[in-house]
């Protein structure tokens, strides 16, 4: 809906494969780092911190690979960063029952601290290895995107159609076939579009060919794919679900409650640290403010209006995908617009609060129902 009211207002500007090609970069760490606060929020806890985690653990990877290591050690420096952070928050949490709130509001200053003293104040550490800088800034080659996109496609449908095969043999409740077809034709579509959108020139030079998909995007797109495959598929996915509906009855039902929650804290602040080194890629340095700001609330934003709950037990990885689009859109909508900038927030707010009040109302009715 919101992009056809910028297509409306911007025809121009706003479909353009360039514009396509910057949003989807824009949206990669909000989309990453809302995937991040998922498994947290699906126990009902809360994790302020996820935003600077993502900046101190992007700041040792810049001071790592500006010494002279490989770019394969800071990656994994970064990402250890935030399991060590993680880790850390989750004791606390789950071994002293301090709130998650008190703890990662603690986190969320401190860390900037640490930050601040392994960049410097007012200064900023370059990320110039080529490899690094092209994560947000170079993009696949035209062939290896249609592969990639035609590769996903087929694997979605195999999928698709062996759970339906397996649901049918085991006389399980299953989707009729026709809709199971519509299905994996929209997902192929959508695929095959966005490559052919993205692997078109979108050079202003008419002689010079700028296309391919960003790196940006099979990356997240592997993310949300081994994430849903985690919290869909696995005995661990359905512990989490089972902690965050009812601890009590999970308890009892012999799940490691305190195993569960010390476990998203940790898969929280590793997958911040990715999305530290996205925004690390695509600005070419780090600051010591770096995932300050409206970083984390534009992550957890994105979490709660792709639909899941604040109140624990409810939430799919596909949620933060959906509302980082959606946070990525409305900032590139009224940018293009040149509207100012309180103008952004009051969209971005007004979203969010929709989105809260919907979740509520429909847990309220559950509650009612006895659902």
């Given amino acids: 809906m919101l992009g056809i009211v910028f297509f409306i207002l911007q025809p121009d500007v706003f479909l353009s494969v360039a514009n396509i090609a910057n949003l989807l970069v824009q949206a990669g760490s909000i989309c990453v780092l809302g995937m991040a606060l998922v498994?947290?929020?699906?126990?009902?806890?809360?994790?302020?911190?996820?935003?600077?985690?993502?900046?101190?653990?992007?700041?040792?990877?810049?001071?790592?690979?500006?010494?002279?290591?490989?770019w394969p050690i800071g990656i994994l420096g970064a990402v250890?960063?935030?399991?060590?952070?993680?880790?850390?928050?989750?004791?606390?949490?789950?071994?002293?029952?301090?709130?998650?709130?008190?703890?990662?509001?603690?986190?969320?200053?401190?860390?900037?601290?640490?930050?601040?003293?392994?960049?410097?104040?007012?200064?900023?550490?370059?990320?110039?290895?080529?490899?690094?800088?092209?994560?947000?800034?170079?993009?696949?080659?035209?062939?290896?995107?249609?592969?990639?996109?035609i590769v996903v496609a087929l694997l979605f449908a195999g999928l698709t159609f062996n759970r339906y095969r397996q649901q049918v043999a085991k006389n399980l409740q299953h989707p009729p076939?026709?809709?199971?077809?519509?299905?994996?034709?929209?997902?192929?579509?959508?695929?095959?579009?966005?490559?052919?959108?993205?692997?078109?020139?979108?050079?202003?030079?008419?002689?010079?060919?700028?296309?391919?998909?960003?790196?940006?995007?099979?990356?997240?797109?592997?993310l949300l794919v081994v994430w849903t495959f985690v919290f869909s598929r696995t005995r661990y996915g359905r512990h989490v679900y089972a902690v965050g509906g009812n601890r009590e009855a999970a308890r009892r039902a012999g799940i490691r409650i305190t195993g569960i929650r010390i476990s998203v804290f940790?898969?929280?602040?590793?997958?911040?640290?990715?999305?530290?080194?996205?925004?690390?890629?695509?600005?070419?340095?780090?600051?010591?403010?770096?995932?300050?700001?409206?970083?984390?609330?534009?992550?957890?934003?994105?979490?709660?209006?792709?639909?899941?709950?604040?109140?624990?037990?409810?939430?799919?990885?596909?949620?933060?995908?959906?509302?980082?689009?959606?946070?990525?859109?409305?900032?590139?909508g009224l940018s293009l617009m040149n509207l100012s900038s309180y103008i952004n927030f009051w969209v971005t707010g007004l979203v969010l609060l929709l989105a809260a009040a919907v979740d509520a109302i429909s847990r309220r009715r559950r509650n009612a129902s006895g659902i």
């Fill in 177 to 222: 076939l026709a809709l199971v077809i519509m299905r994996i034709v929209g997902v192929a579509i959508i695929l095959l579009g966005i490559a052919a959108i993205l692997n078109s020139n979108r050079s202003r030079v008419p002689n010079f060919f700028v296309g391919g998909i960003p790196y940006t995007v099979p990356i997240v797109g592997l």
């Fill in 266 to 332: 940790v898969i929280a602040s590793s997958m911040a640290a990715i999305a530290g080194i996205l925004d690390a890629s695509r600005l070419n340095s780090v600051t010591p403010d770096a995932g300050g700001g409206n970083t984390l609330l534009y992550a957890v934003g994105a979490a709660v209006i792709g639909g899941t709950s604040l109140f624990g037990g409810r939430g799919k990885m596909r949620d933060a995908i959906i509302g980082g689009l959606v946070i990525a859109v409305i900032n590139n």
């Fill in 39 to 70: 498994p947290v929020l699906l126990l009902g806890d809360i994790d302020l911190s996820a935003g600077v985690a993502g900046g101190a653990a992007a700041g040792v990877m810049a001071i790592l690979v500006n010494k002279g290591l490989a």
């Fill in 80 to 149: 250890g960063t935030g399991v060590l952070i993680g880790l850390c928050i989750g004791l606390l949490v789950a071994r002293l029952g301090i709130p998650s709130f008190v703890v990662t509001l603690a986190f969320f200053i401190g860390l900037q601290g640490v930050t601040l003293r392994l960049i410097g104040e007012g200064g900023t550490v370059p990320v110039r290895n080529e490899t690094l800088v092209g994560i947000a800034n170079s993009a696949l080659p035209v062939t290896a995107g249609w592969i990639v996109a």
